[in-house]
């Protein structure tokens, strides 16, 4: 569903049937301990771009709103865990590596096995 921010997000749920205005952010729900959710965070938030750059059914993302001074606005922090081989994941757009072969341009490996640096 489109977030308020226009992004695509499968964890953003908007209910406008007849005149109802209840949003809420499913990551934010599913998060433990729970915390507030609010439109203004879909703004900075980067799950839309973590699943557009990886679609793994076995990453878990976990949200959690961070504020670095009070003066500043809050920012959605994203965490990421691998189920299936049990790690947290440090690079959500990419994924741990272990799931899928990664191509030869994110691992540094040449194409053409005669080709020596």
């Known amino acids: 569903?489109?977030?308020?921010?226009?992004?695509?997000?499968?964890?953003?749920?908007?209910?406008?049937?007849?005149?109802?205005?209840?949003e809420e952010c499913r990551l934010?729900?599913?998060?433990?301990?729970?915390?507030?959710w609010e439109p203004k965070l879909c703004y900075k938030?980067?799950?839309p771009e973590i699943q557009q750059a990886n679609a793994c059914e076995n990453?878990?993302?976990?949200?959690?709103v961070q504020r670095l001074f009070f003066i500043l606005p809050p920012e959605v922090k994203i965490t990421a865990y691998c189920n299936k081989?049990?790690?947290?994941?440090?690079e959500p757009h990419i994924g741990c590596g272990q799931c899928h072969t990664l191509p030869p341009?994110?691992?540094?490996?040449t194409l053409d096995p005669d080709v020596t640096d």
């Open 59 to 64: 990453m878990q993302l976990n949200a959690r």
């Open 85 to 90: 081989t049990q790690q947290s994941v440090s």
């Open 105 to 109: 341009v994110f691992t540094g490996e």
């Open 45 to 47: 938030c980067s799950v």
């Open 28 to 36: 934010f729900d599913n998060s433990n301990p729970p915390q507030n």
């Open 1 to 22: 569903m489109r977030t308020p921010a226009g992004k695509e997000c499968s964890y953003f749920y908007g209910d406008y049937y007849r005149g109802r205005e209840r």
